[in-house]
């Protein structure tokens, strides 16, 4: 069975601070990590994917989170924190079929101005 | 990709009514999903729609409540009936990529029932 816990449901940065959000996964299998950001009345949108290649992830608007196998962690960062960037994050894992994702709590991040 | 056309993008229903949402995708997909997304909490799977079959629903979800339509490979329908308060929600549509791909989703659909 696939699961994500992601801790701390709530986050608060500075703006041009180092954006931190933590995931951490459980998988029977070699998981597919994602990591989704969900702005305000709108749906998902992703930032980033882990597909079993390159550990470290870039994604969209200078997000990256890097994949670590004896830490079974997906953490998502950013250097510098943009007021844009307040927003609801989820991890999601998805089995082998990518046919059912399984999605964390969510972390609600808070930029500082 | 799939681009996802989900309506309305919002209603406020009376209770004991029902509420049928629309997902149309531009491309055929074999499997739509539907979530639940209640105020200020994660997603929560309600059922798989397969083209040609019966929903499957996830523990918890039930048919009578929550019936799904997928008459063909681009749209499919979710209706919410007898609604509740506690129905009070966003509701997304997805679909899957493909094997180890990311899931596209709808802007969904924010429930209120009243």
């Known amino acids: 069975a696939q699961s994500v816990t992601q801790l701390g449901s709530h986050v608060s940065v500075s703006e041009g601070a180092l954006v931190l959000l933590r995931c951490n996964y459980s998988?029977?299998?070699?998981?597919?990590l994602f990591w989704y950001v969900q702005y305000p009345n709108q749906g998902l949108q992703l930032l980033l994917k882990y597909t079993s290649a390159a550990t470290l992830v870039k994604g969209i608007n200078g997000f990256e989170a890097e994949f670590k196998k004896s830490e079974t962690s997906f953490h998502l960062t950013k250097p510098s924190a943009h007021m844009s960037d307040a927003a609801e994050y989820f991890c999601?894992?998805?089995?082998?079929?990518?046919?059912?994702?399984?999605f964390g709590t969510g972390t609600s991040l808070t930029v500082i101005p | 990709s799939a681009v996802i056309s989900q309506k309305p993008s919002r209603d406020i229903c009376q209770r004991g009514t029902s509420l049928t949402i629309q997902c149309q995708v531009d491309?055929?997909?074999?499997?739509m999903f539907w979530y639940r997304q209640q105020p200020g909490q994660s997603l929560t799977l309600i059922a798989t729609?397969?083209?040609?079959?019966?929903?499957?629903?996830e523990s918890g979800f039930v048919i009578d409540k929550f019936p799904i339509s997928r008459p063909n490979l681009t749209f499919s329908t979710l209706t919410v009936s007898n609604m509740s308060p506690e129905d009070s929600s966003i509701y997304l549509c997805s679909v899957a990529g493909g094997p180890h791909t990311e899931a596209f989703f709808g802007q969904g659909t924010r429930l209120t029932v009243v």
């Open positions: 729609a397969n083209q040609g079959s019966e929903a499957t629903y």
């Open positions: 998988s029977s299998v070699p998981p597919y």
């Open positions: 491309s055929q997909v074999t499997m």
């Open positions: 999601a894992v998805t089995t082998n079929t990518g046919n059912q994702f399984y």
